[in-house]
């Protein structure tokens, strides 16, 4: 299987399966004199770890994180940091009934007719567990990011489960203080009513994800084939259960007029000031300095305990109830892994910039 490196001066290659002894990622192009420990990245996969509510997967994973390579005395190399996490909680006994059949929405049989084998394991390859290694990248990202751009913040929330939104306005303060990193606290508990029907049902629901970068410079991306919303569409694309991707206002511009989507500029004290971000602080694929915005929507969990037609590896008909300890909303999971993916594009472009025009901005305005 090809294909498994994204990034182009910052690159990490995910490797490991869902239900084998360990999965982790190779970093590479990291710069030398990066203060990293472990530590540093585990805070982003505690957030991303199963089990951390009764709306995620009961998997108990402490998704551990060990550097095996690329640090010395605490400091980047400049070397291929290797990241390993063990796994621990494995139970490969509930996918027996699903060796020979394949589930209803899941890769199960587009990896069969593609490859002639697949890991019927909790998906092997394709199982949603391979995102740990990318947020243990973006944990490396994000050390680095945190030397050169110190004022950056990324953060990532839901906006949508299935068809509710948030109710009043966003407090950025409140998303670390429930289980769906949703900017409001009263939204956050009719949430909680309305996913605890739907998984005590044995169902599942979609999500949309949106991640900010905040504090991003302006500059980074180039035209036409290395823009900096392509590659933020390509890595959230790239998610598991990823259907749909927006920049800005996204599908909603082609409801607007020329003027109402404008961003109208004037001159303030430091530099040009926007009236408005409709196009998620990306234009002609370079970043104008205002937040990075991208949206993403999750699809339902596709292991629910209703039975589904399918079929089986011989061409027979059969029917299938997924067992095993799944996501009513995956999307919960998806928030660090949306922040871990936007950390590693704003940094490869930010190496990518300096590596291309030198440090800061070549026109000046004022």
Known sequence: MSMNTFGHLFRFTTWGESHGPALGATV?????????????????????KPGT???????READQVEIQSGVFEGITTGTPIQLMIRNTDQRSKDYGDIAEKFRPGHADITYWQK???????????????????????????????AHLVPDLQIKGYMTQIGPHG??????????DNNPFWVPNAETAAKWATYLDGIRKSGSSVGAVVEIVAKGAPAGLGAPIYAKIDTDLAAAMMSINAVKGVEIGEG????????EENADEMRMGPEGPIFSSNHAGGVLGGISTGQD?????????????LTPRKTVTKSGEDANLITKGRHDPCVGIRAVPVGEAM????????????????GEGLRGKIG
């Open 166 to 175: 948030i109710d009043g306005q966003h407090d950025w303060s409140e998303i």
């Open 53 to 59: 509510s009764k709306y995620t997967t009961q998997r």
């Open 342 to 357: 936007m950390a590693c594009v704003v940094l490869d472009h930010i190496l990518l910039h300096r590596g291309q025009v």
């Open 28 to 48: 590479d192009g990291c710069p030398p004199g990066i203060p990293l420990s472990e530590e540093m990245i585990q805070v982003w996969l505690n957030k991303r």
């Open 251 to 258: 599908m909603n511009a082609a409801t607007l007029t020329g």
């Open 292 to 304: 990075l915005v991208v949206r993403f929507a999750v699809k339902p969990t596709s292991s629910i």
């Open 115 to 145: 490859y002639g084998i697949r890991d019927y394991r909790g998906g092997g390859r394709s199982s949603a567990r391979e995102t740990a290694a990318r947020v243990a990248a973006g944990g490396v990202a994000r050390a680095v990011l």
